[in-house]
């Protein structure tokens, strides 16, 4: 037994030894500093014991980041946050130029892509870090379902406890557990990035100092798209907006008797291609919302589901390329390439509408069996209560004064895109009116178009500091692994940030140009944080996902509109040169 004993002692010893080994690396390499208070290293210690971290090596980090315990890890960077602005930084030099110019690397001459980006990250490691962190932060997306799991866990627990004590349920509902709703925030997919950026910023700090981080946040980094986002999302999602987009799809829907799956086919169709005009955010709300009524509600099998906001997801990306202004990716070129509506008609418009049709075509085919079952809930279901509807789904008819004052609104916000105080001084003058006009408006939603606004905000802030790498994988490519390789790493960064990064490569001749922004557009339906309008839509779904919307099903459901849509873009181009 002593010998045991003695041999736990020496094991927790030579734990505690790589504990502080590790503790120390980690300091030398991101804080800068060899030496903490002793507070702060006895919290760093506990945290890692917690963690399991032994070394803070990628393999680790993202082996942590994928397990139960990766909420741990914004925790562990928010509690150094203050260590390190209260120390003034990192021992890192003070460097004005941040994130480092593409055109300011001493690239070795005629290195291949291995040793341009090694020398990057030897010429300023926080290159590393930085897409660590954002590795990171793409990895607990895929926590995010078990998070939010833990979460329900602990609310329900805590329920059952206040009654236990003979708490009533008006005391119950008013006293959430503060512990599940934290939970529930690390667990939300729209916030995650968000998180993220705490990590980022403690990086920065430690590398530069606080004034780097700050100009990086108020001058380098540009937040108006996801300004934009929220505003034209909580627009869109008024009653008279979305009344009027149901009643324009409703008589398309109409030559297919108005069934299910006619509602279906005209919602994917139409609403897509209706961004062109509207902004993708607009559609991407528009189609969401009804789908919701027109489809989800009839409750579709998982399969189905997923292919629906799949496909979704991907007709919203390519149906704004009928025109040079609605797409986030096609916005960031149109400009520095000369691209107008003519253009992009010719180009890409009627690839996109060809690709559209085919891909709902095809899903349709593979899923009439399960159309001829929802189509039996809708008539059983209608018939089995004639209970009246909610207030939020009454058929009161509204005065076209109002739709028309909602239109011009959102005009407005289109119009003056690109200048927050307009476009938010206008949604302050909107919000009165919808006060003004209550009765013929439903609540008017902020939280879900918050959700999206930050999630995109911490997007954009974190993919600044990813074009040390993206932009040379570009660089290096032709034509069509190029197509290939944008539509792939669309999947792991915003796309209009890929197509803003080849903005920048010297030398893109058109039929690179072409390729990017094809493989961009064609790759935004993969993930959640493939396209801006992406969220819009995961937001208004989520509820008819159990766990949220998982992103390995997502992808899957994908697959196959983007294969597809890359077909239709590079096929033709090569087709007719």
């Not at 003070?94 to 990250?121: H, K, M, Q």
């Not at 008797?257 to 209706?274: D, G, M, N, R, V």
């Amino acid at each position: 037994m002593r010998r045991n004993s003695s041999f736990r002692r020496r094991s927790s010893g030579a734990s505690a030894n790589r504990t502080r080994r590790s503790s120390v690396a980690f300091r030398e390499q991101v804080l800068g500093s060899p030496s903490l208070p002793a507070p702060i290293q006895k919290m760093l210690d506990g945290i890692e014991r917690q963690l399991g971290i032994r070394d803070w090596s990628l393999s680790t980090l993202a082996a942590v980041a994928l397990s139960r315990r990766a909420w741990m890890i914004p925790v562990l960077f928010v509690l150094l946050a203050g260590f390190v602005i209260a120390a003034g930084g990192g021992g890192g030099t003070v460097e004005t130029n941040f994130p480092i110019a593409l055109e300011d690397y001493n690239d070795p001459e005629g290195g291949g892509i291995g040793s341009i980006l090694a020398s990057r990250i030897a010429e300023s490691p926080f290159n590393l870090v930085g897409s660590l962190v954002f590795l990171l932060a793409i990895c607990h997306t895929f926590a995010a379902a078990p998070i939010t799991e833990k979460a329900h866990h602990i609310k329900h627990h805590h329920e059952e406890e206040l009654r236990k004590a003979g708490k009533s349920e008006e005391f119950i509902k008013n006293s959430p557990s503060f512990k599940a709703e934290l939970f529930h925030f690390i667990g939300e997919i729209e916030a995650i990035f968000g998180i993220w950026v705490i990590a980022l910023m403690v990086a920065i700090i430690g590398f530069y100092d606080w004034s780097t981080f700050k100009d990086y946040i108020a001058h380098t980094v540009v937040y108006i798209e996801p300004m934009f986002v929220v505003v034209i999302m909580a627009i869109a999602s008024t009653r008279p907006i979305v009344k009027l987009a149901e009643q324009i799809m409703g008589r398309v829907a109409a030559f297919g008797q108005s069934t299910t799956q006619a509602w279906w086919f005209s919602i994917l169709t139409l609403a897509p291609l209706l961004g062109s005009f509207i902004t993708e955010p607009a559609a991407m709300t528009i189609a969401a919302l009804l789908l919701a009524k027109q489809f989800y509600d009839y409750n579709p099998s998982p399969k189905f589901a997923y292919a629906t906001i799949g496909l979704l997801f991907v007709n919203v990306s390519v149906g704004g390329t009928l025109t040079h202004f609605a797409a986030p990716p096609v916005l960031m070129v149109a400009a520095p390439w000369g691209w107008d509506i003519a253009f992009m008609m010719v180009n890409f418009g009627w690839k996109a509408v060809i690709g559209v049709v085919i891909a709902n075509i095809l899903y349709y085919i593979i899923f009439k069996n399960e159309f001829a079952n929802l189509k039996k809930s809708d008539s059983s279901e209608s018939s089995e209560t004639n209970a009246p509807a909610k207030w939020e789904d009454r058929e009161d008819p509204i005065p076209g004064w109002v739709t028309v004052t909602h239109l011009l609104f959102m005009a407005w916000t289109v119009f003056n895109a690109h200048y927050p105080p307009l476009f938010i001084g206008g949604f302050l003058f909107f919000i009165g009116f919808t006060m003004a006009s209550k009765a013929y408006q439903n609540k008017l939603e902020i939280k879900g178009p918050l959700l999206v606004g930050f999630f995109l905000a911490g997007l954009v802030t974190h993919g600044g500091v990813q074009a040390w790498w993206i932009a040379p994988v570009l660089q290096s490519l032709s034509e069509l692994p190029l197509m290939i390789g944008s539509t792939v790493l669309t999947a792991f960064n915003d796309n209009a940030a890929i197509t803003f990064l080849a903005t920048l490569v010297p030398g893109f001749t058109d039929g690179q140009k072409y390729a990017v922004v094809a493989g961009a557009v064609t790759g935004g339906g993969l993930t959640v944080i493939a396209n801006a309008p992406n969220p819009a839509g995961q937001s208004i779904l989520s509820r008819y996902f159990p766990g949220g919307v998982n992103p390995a099903n997502l992808a899957m459901g994908a697959a196959i509109p983007t294969v597809i849509m890359g077909v239709s873009y590079m096929g033709f181009y090569y087709l007719l040169g």
